[in-house]
């Protein structure tokens, strides 16, 4: 992948939603909802600081992630559909 974010931002690739609801219901493409939950494919440095020291980021690549429905910006990088977003934008790293 030829992309690296900058500063605090995060690109991310959403992870597809459940097809199946925990009754075994198949849910249409048209009726699911837009994913909220990604991995970190790649972290910026980090922002600098008042202190003119860059802080590092929180997350690091490989991290799944949970961000809001509506966070990020979409783009399509060699054929992929990845988000970047600042790292404000995230809500919590699954573990």
């Known amino acids: ?12 690739e959403a992870v ?7 009754g075994g219901i198949i ?14 494919i790649a972290v910026g440095p980090g ?3 008042d202190d003119g020291k860059i802080q590092k980021l929180d997350v690091k690549k490989g991290d799944r992630i ?3 429905k509506w966070s990020g910006t979409e783009v399509k990088v060699d054929g992929k559909d990845l988000l970047i977003m600042k790292e404000s934008d995230i809500m919590g790293v699954l573990e």
Request: aromatic share 2%.
């Open 27 to 40: 849910i249409p493409d048209t009726a699911q909802e837009k994913p909220s939950e990604g991995k970190v």
């Open 16 to 22: 597809d939603a459940e097809e199946k609801t925990a």
């Open 47 to 49: 922002i600098r600081g």
């Open 1 to 12: 992948m030829n992309i690296r974010p900058l500063h605090d931002r995060v690109i991310v």
């Open 66 to 68: 949970l961000y809001g």
